[in-house]
């Protein structure tokens, strides 16, 4: 446990002298901020650019507070998933490639703690970016247009964090898995990507699928109801998680250090 | 008293074998390098020992080694090209290194800084890695293999990449560091190993051509020979000597003949007395005795 704690104070070090820490954050705020801030303000924009021809009469019926928070939300699975992925696909390739990894193991460092360690720092830098970004998206959703109940919000960011945590996994995983950063942060790109996409169209099969929570989540602050499959999709999650988890360290811990 | 046994390692690359059954044990308290030219299976043969590459075949036995014991805390290892997170600096990576092999947090900044004298870079201790010359970076490389008190280290080529003063300084740091623990370095710098190393394994295409001390070598290889040296051409003395019935053979370059003779006591003598009644032009006699380059020449030319 001491050791494990000496390896994960590192990774919250390295992630705040490497700012991320810093921009992580403040990239999550302006995604998320950004759909109610562009939807409330859409008129004048509009106005702004030299407005719509004398005459036309065009009705932009003005959108749900639960469809802004839904919006912005859902920048977190385009463009956050991005980030997530970009930030984390170097945290084992990288500094095996670099070599320090093979000065790191020959020290009698556990590969278990090796690998979990570093997922825990890219956990919590995500889940407190989700956080704050979130927040701040409820907090302008609530100004501009309504204020959606916070334990409606709370559950979705969990919900929204659920599967992100999938991404940051997959990451960890092919970063542990494969040699070089890019090619890692490009395999979970197109493996997120595959999987969000054959998720939709079988829907009805793919209940329990981990990125169905994030439609959970939007369907919860449409409804206000839990969608029935978000308790088993997220146990599922949980177990993908933890076996992707075990996976990276097990395939890690077959592979050669040097080469 | 041996430290660690090695039986019959093996390690291949895509089918190639690169290292091809080698045995050896290293004692306890010695300084051995493990020479060889470049490509002849070194730094193989250190990340198999150091447990980052998995052998193919044969065994590593520390014979200290408790059951279940995890022989990464037995030893302390350098890479030809040591590499450190460059957002550190040298103190905390030290430090880190430390906490990671079990000392406490005080303890690891002790260690460390009391490790940071010896390499002579405490000055640059809170110094980021990134800012760190070649040279500092190769004696925090020596200085992290040494954190936890390792029963042996091995330094693959640890003064190669320096200039002649810091390999002056850290060959010299090593001849400190023989008193408290096993060293195991490789090197193809033949004089390196010669002036500090008690043992020598000679790594040739994978496998061990010849090994034991100096003295063992000398002894094994030794062809007596004595130079000559004439002031003017030194070829029309050779012939004196080249008929004499304790020559062997005999070869000329420059102003110094060089006698390879049967018996070396007989020869002196023989030799002074001859020079003394032809009254020769002699410069310098000597009595050489062989060196660690014509050992290597002779047992990697074969």
């Known amino acids: 446990m001491n050791q494990w704690s000496t390896l994960f104070q590192k990774e919250l070090i390295e992630m705040w002298r490497n700012f991320k820490w810093v921009w992580v954050p403040i990239t999550f705020i302006l995604l998320g901020v950004s759909e109610p801030v562009s939807s409330y303000y859409l008129p004048q924009i509009i106005d702004s650019l030299g407005g719509l021809p004398e005459g036309t009469v065009i009705e932009i019926p003005p959108p749900t507070a639960s469809e802004v928070l839904i919006q912005g939300l859902s920048q977190y699975t385009t463009i956050g998933v991005l980030i997530i992925v970009l930030s984390t696909m170097a945290i084992i390739a990288g500094e095996r490639k670099s070599g320090v990894a093979a000065m790191i193991l020959v020290k009698p460092v556990s590969y278990f703690s090796f690998i979990t360690a570093k997922w825990a720092g890219g956990f919590l830098l995500l889940w407190v970016s989700l956080l704050i970004g979130s927040i701040a998206t409820w907090y302008y959703t609530g100004i501009l247009f309504d204020w959606i109940p916070i334990d409606l919000f709370f559950q979705s960011y969990l919900l929204y964090g659920l599967w992100l945590t999938v991404v940051l996994t997959l990451t960890v995983f092919f970063s542990a898995s494969l040699l070089t950063p890019g090619i890692a ?10 999987f969000t996409l054959v998720t939709g169209p079988l829907s009805n099969w793919l209940e329990w699928s981990p ?11 449409l409804s206000s109801a839990i969608p029935d499959d978000t308790l088993p999709a997220s146990l599922l999650t949980l177990a993908c ?9 097990f395939i890690f811990r077959k592979k050669e250090l040097a080469s | 008293m041996s430290l660690i046994q090695i039986n019959h390692l093996k390690k291949s690359f895509r089918g190639t074998e690169v290292i091809k059954g080698i045995d050896f044990q290293l004692d306890k308290g010695k300084c051995i390098a ?5 490509g002849a299976g070194k730094t193989t043969t250190l990340r198999m020992l150091s447990g980052l590459m998995e052998p193919t075949d044969g065994t590593i036995i520390f014979t200290d080694a408790k059951k279940g014991e995890d022989i990464r805390e037995l030893i302390g290892y ?21 906490r990671l092999a079990g000392l406490g947090r005080k303890e690891a900044k002790d260690r460390s800084l009391e ?24 004696r925090l490389g020596i200085a992290q293999a040494l954190i936890h008190r390792p029963q042996l280290i091995m330094l693959d080529e640890p003064v190669s990449a320096l200039d002649p003063i810091g390999r002056r300084e850290v060959l010299d740091m090593l001849e400190g560091l023989k008193k408290e623990t096993t060293i195991l370095f490789s090197t193809h710098i033949l004089n390196d190993a010669e002036e500090i190393c008690d043992e020598i394994l000679f790594l040739h295409n994978g496998k061990i051509v010849e090994s034991g001390s100096m003295a063992e070598l000398r002894e094994r290889h030794q062809q007596p020979k004595i130079d000559l040296f004439f002031t003017g051409k030194s070829g029309e003395y050779a012939e ?17 003949v060089s006698v390879f003779v049967t018996n070396i006591v007989l020869a002196r003598q023989a030799f002074l007395r001859l020079i003394a009644e032809q009254n020769l032009p002699l ?5 050489s005795s062989m060196t660690l380059e014509d050992v290597f020449m002779k047992v990697v030319g074969k």
């Open chain 2, 115 to 138: 490790l940071l004298k010896l390499v002579g870079i405490l000055e640059a201790k809170n110094r980021r890695v990134a800012k760190y010359s070649g040279g500092m970076k190769q």
């Open chain 2, 78 to 98: 350098l890479p030809q090209f040591p590499v450190f997170y460059e957002w550190m600096s040298g103190l905390e990576f030290l430090s880190y290194a430390g």
């Open chain 1, 211 to 221: 990125s169905q929570l994030t439609n959970y989540a939007n369907e919860l602050l």
């Open chain 2, 34 to 38: 493990l020479l060889g030219p470049n």
């Open chain 1, 241 to 249: 998680i933890i076996i992707l988890l075990w996976l990276s360290v």
């Open chain 1, 185 to 194: 942060g490009f395999t979970s790109l197109a493996v997120v990507f595959v």
């Open chain 2, 240 to 256: 004196i000597f080249s008929n004499h019935k304790l020559t062997h053979s005999i070869s000329v370059e420059g102003n110094r």
């Open chain 2, 283 to 287: 410069e310098r006699f000597e009595v």
